[in-house]
């Protein structure tokens, strides 16, 4: 059993975690770092520990030093929610080393799915389609990749995630310029240089799907839609995903379930992929060896508390749940509200929120950190919260987004919530659907 869990994160996911854990009887230690010691979440853990200074880098990306915390706080295990260190191999590792349980997958894992090249080959074994494209160890070898690939393409970060790393090019007279800008990236982002080339699928969109394994057996819990995107990075998450049609949603889980399989997956994980709008054609791009921003629509549509699964598969115990007992009902959307200024292309706003009015009602969820006199620091993801709606079908549930955003009032700092209102307001979102060049034709970007 988990009796003591070390949360290694900030912000809304830390809460998310607490919330659970104490619900499961385990006492909370958040480790924060000196510019989040007086942040909501440090209130409501039962323990506080110091994990560094302000800036990430010494902090929450810091192995050594939340390591040295969680022995400290005689931690059982550690969650480390989203983004920072949360499939990290080496930080699972010198958990491992530790005696501390890492809430994740495991090394093997951790390694294999964190290297996107050798995902691309792990999905490929386990029959997985892939974008066509592959491994450029040199600007030459780039060179080569493209010019069989064909233009428009993608360089990718090998070890990348979230965006970062990744470059659109559109001829081969842009190509050295973009090699710079996206190996520069990939370096500062992951410490890695490596790209990669894939091709480009222009009317494409980005469909995931959410498995949860316990390195035995595997099931799905349907698909999410995380199309809606500016440079490569979510703002709309919806479950189902719009208009499928049922042999290819069929298809793309059980293609997740296999993937889980054939790693041995144990925890929470999402696989995602591109499906080509013109035939549905499925291409698997990466896996998440972790929980994901977006979730709470796949527990608003099946009512199983993702993060709960985590701990009990952590503590050793085998899924507790069959395939057959999953059964996704209705539709959630999530919009995430951040601290950006998105008509000066999303220049972070840090600061102080004077107000903060968030939505509430019948079929609304709201995961948040931010109160009234909350500090925005400049150091962190912008990620204010997420507004998180629910109905019987997706017209009921587009029209209450619509009525929930229109109640949410925060100041002090810029936010994008003008902008997802406008999103909920257009006819193509309304029309379900969309594709990844959505953002594009709104004209901000």
Same mark, same amino acid.
């Given at each position: 059993m988990i009796h003591r869990l070390f949360i290694a994160n900030r912000g809304e996911i830390a809460l998310?975690?607490?919330?659970?854990?104490?619900?499961?009887?385990?006492?909370t230690i958040l480790g924060a770092s000196a510019a989040d010691l007086t942040s909501l979440p440090t209130c409501l853990a039962d323990e506080v520990v110091g994990i560094g200074p302000a800036p990430s880098s010494t902090s929450y990306l810091s192995i050594d030093?939340?390591?040295?915390?969680?022995?400290?706080?005689r931690a059982d295990a550690l969650h480390p929610g989203y983004g920072f260190l949360s499939e990290n191999a080496a930080f699972a590792q010198a958990l491992g080393i530790a005696g501390i349980r890492f809430t994740g997958p495991d090394v093997v894992s951790l390694q294999a799915m964190g290297d996107k090249l050798m995902a691309r080959r792990i999905g490929a074994?386990?029959?997985?389609?892939?974008?066509?494209g592959g491994e450029a160890a040199d600007r030459e070898a780039v060179h080569r990749r493209a010019a069989d690939t064909g233009y428009p393409l993608l360089l990718k970060?090998?070890?990348g995630g979230g965006g970062r790393g990744m470059k659109k090019v559109e001829r081969p007279g842009d190509l050295d310029h973009q090699i710079d800008l996206a190996m520069a990236e990939a370096r500062a982002a992951f410490g890695d240089p490596r790209i990669y080339v894939e091709r480009f699928i222009g009317h494409g969109r980005h469909v995931e799907v959410q498995v949860l394994s316990d390195g035995q057996r595997a099931i799905h819990l349907g698909?999410?839609?995380?199309s809606i995107q500016r440079r490569f990075q979510k703002l709309v998450e919806e479950a189902p995903a719009p208009g499928l049609p049922a042999a290819v949603h069929d298809a793309l889980t059980a293609a997740a379930v296999r993937l889980a399989r054939h790693l041995h997956y144990?925890?929470?994980?999402?696989?995602? *992929?591109?499906?080509?709008?013109?035939?549905?054609?499925?291409?698997?791009?990466?896996?998440?060896?972790? +929980?994901? &921003?977006?979730?709470?629509v796949t527990e608003a549509i099946t009512g199983i508390d993702l993060v709960e699964q985590q701990l009990l598969v952590a503590e050793g115990q085998p899924l507790g749940i069959t395939q057959d007992h999953v059964k996704c009902s209705g539709h959630a959307i999530e919009v995430r509200i951040n601290a950006e200024?998105?008509?000066?292309? *999303?220049?972070?706003c840090p600061g102080r929120v004077s107000r903060a009015c968030w939505p509430a009602g019948p079929g +609304?969820? &709201?995961?948040?950190?931010?109160?009234?006199?909350?500090?925005?620091?400049?150091?962190?993801?912008?990620?204010?919260?997420k507004v998180i709606v629910a109905g019987s079908n997706r017209s009921e549930t587009v029209a209450r987004l619509g009525e929930a955003l229109e109640c949410l009032d925060i100041q002090g700092v810029q936010t994008t919530a003008g902008l997802q209102r406008r999103i909920a307001a257009d006819p193509r979102f309304l029309a379900g659907g969309v594709d990844t060049r959505f953002f594009e034709g709104m004209g901000h970007d």
């Amino acid at each position: 059993m988990i009796h003591r869990l070390f949360i290694a994160n900030r912000g809304e996911i830390a809460l998310r975690v607490i919330r659970t854990a104490r619900r499961l009887g385990m006492t909370t230690i958040l480790g924060a770092s000196a510019a989040d010691l007086t942040s909501l979440p440090t209130c409501l853990a039962d323990e506080v520990v110091g994990i560094g200074p302000a800036p990430s880098s010494t902090s929450y990306l810091s192995i050594d030093n939340i390591v040295a915390a969680a022995r400290q706080a005689r931690a059982d295990a550690l969650h480390p929610g989203y983004g920072f260190l949360s499939e990290n191999a080496a930080f699972a590792q010198a958990l491992g080393i530790a005696g501390i349980r890492f809430t994740g997958p495991d090394v093997v894992s951790l390694q294999a799915m964190g290297d996107k090249l050798m995902a691309r080959r792990i999905g490929a074994e386990a029959g997985l389609p892939v974008v066509p494209g592959g491994e450029a160890a040199d600007r030459e070898a780039v060179h080569r990749r493209a010019a069989d690939t064909g233009y428009p393409l993608l360089l990718k970060a090998v070890a990348g995630g979230g965006g970062r790393g990744m470059k659109k090019v559109e001829r081969p007279g842009d190509l050295d310029h973009q090699i710079d800008l996206a190996m520069a990236e990939a370096r500062a982002a992951f410490g890695d240089p490596r790209i990669y080339v894939e091709r480009f699928i222009g009317h494409g969109r980005h469909v995931e799907v959410q498995v949860l394994s316990d390195g035995q057996r595997a099931i799905h819990l349907g698909t999410r839609d995380c199309s809606i995107q500016r440079r490569f990075q979510k703002l709309v998450e919806e479950a189902p995903a719009p208009g499928l049609p049922a042999a290819v949603h069929d298809a793309l889980t059980a293609a997740a379930v296999r993937l889980a399989r054939h790693l041995h997956y144990r925890g929470a994980g999402t696989v995602e *992929f591109l499906v080509d709008c013109d035939g549905f054609e499925f291409y698997f791009l990466e896996m998440n060896a972790r +929980i994901q &921003v977006e979730h709470p629509v796949t527990e608003a549509i099946t009512g199983i508390d993702l993060v709960e699964q985590q701990l009990l598969v952590a503590e050793g115990q085998p899924l507790g749940i069959t395939q057959d007992h999953v059964k996704c009902s209705g539709h959630a959307i999530e919009v995430r509200i951040n601290a950006e200024d998105w008509r000066r292309d *999303f220049r972070p706003c840090p600061g102080r929120v004077s107000r903060a009015c968030w939505p509430a009602g019948p079929g +609304i969820r &709201v995961d948040t950190h931010i109160a009234r006199g909350s500090v925005v620091p400049p150091y962190y993801d912008s990620l204010l919260g997420k507004v998180i709606v629910a109905g019987s079908n997706r017209s009921e549930t587009v029209a209450r987004l619509g009525e929930a955003l229109e109640c949410l009032d925060i100041q002090g700092v810029q936010t994008t919530a003008g902008l997802q209102r406008r999103i909920a307001a257009d006819p193509r979102f309304l029309a379900g659907g969309v594709d990844t060049r959505f953002f594009e034709g709104m004209g901000h970007d």
